[in-house]
């Protein structure tokens, strides 16, 4: 079904805010550009996995220039590369001094935090239970760092029938972007499990997935229907797609405004949006121009909080004076 096949019909859109880039994000791909953009630039400018999470950011820096690989392999001694916001191990930061790597490390602060947790807690003797998805680069670049030291776990269930050699030692850490409430569920689990858990000193959860969690939420108790701009491997999108779902309402991820399935709206008199952190602001322009192909639409911006989070440069790619 096509716009020009739906039935036309004036509807409200809840555009939830906070919505799209963060500050790690906007860090990360600031980086890459600067790196593009640098005078008298010759040498490609290599980038370790997907700088962020999003198809259409990789694919615009890729057309300026940018070259994304899998591993450091396929880059060149003594080639300038980007480590992604995600983060590394130690393992990847040896192997690139190795090779004598220029690398800018645009790993997200937030990301980093948890990293020197990790080295602590094992540095003290403590067993680190991380709670994350498997496979996804944050969670191992976290686990290569005390990876002698680290189990990795996602559900209560694993937390309950979890075995540690020394119960009164125990410390656990999350991926920063993870369900906010579903993380709440393993921790509690845990600490029924071990008493003595120990907790980090701060969230791990970072300030923008919480945010976003939140905003669409506020949406969702109205809407019919919530759409999320983000791609499918990004992890704090569909966590956000999953929060809508378990308040009751149909929410559904979209890459861009060609996701749209007409289908979705019909009955729908109220439509949520949101973009999870790695979509740029640029799409949900878009996704609301589309929306507006099938009838009136009445704009409506729900704020839950102001962010103002600001991260400097990584020091490489800084402007000296």
Known sequence: ???????????????????????????????????????????????????????????????????????????????????????????????????QLAVVDATCPLVTKVHSEARRFAARGDTIVLIGHAGHEEVEGTLGEAPNSTVLIETPEEAASLEIADDSRVSYLTQTTLAVDETADVVQALRARF?????????????????????????????????????????????????????????HLIDDASGIDPAWLEGV??????????????????????????????????ITTVEDVTFAPPAPVRTRP
């Open 195 to 251: 008493p003595l858990l120990q907790a980090p000193p701060g969230d791990d959860i970072c300030y923008a997935t919480t945010n976003r969690q939140l905003a669409v939420e506020a949406v969702a108790e109205r809407a019919g229907l919530v759409l999320v701009i983000g791609s499918a491997n990004s992890s704090n999108s569909v966590r956000m797609v999953e929060v809508a779902h378990r308040r009751g309402t149909p929410a």
């Open 1 to 99: 079904m096509t716009p020009d096949q739906a039935p036309l019909k004036p509807r409200t859109l809840l555009l939830a805010s906070p919505r799209a880039f963060c500050a790690g994000v906007e860090r990360a791909i600031d980086a890459v550009e600067r790196l593009l953009d640098a005078p008298g630039r010759t040498e490609p400018v290599y980038v370790r996995k997907q700088i962020v999470h999003n198809t259409h950011v990789v694919a615009g820096l890729a057309r300026r220039g940018a070259v994304f690989v899998e591993e450091l392999d396929a880059v060149p001694d003594g080639a300038t590369v980007v480590f992604s916001a995600h983060g590394v191990s130690p393992q990847v930061r040896d192997e690139a001094a190795e090779r």
């Open 269 to 302: 008199d109220v439509i949520g949006l949101s973009a999870g952190a790695s979509a740029s602001p640029a799409l949900v322009t878009e996704v609301i121009e589309a929306l507006g192909r099938f009838g009136p639409l009445t704009v409506e911006e729900r």
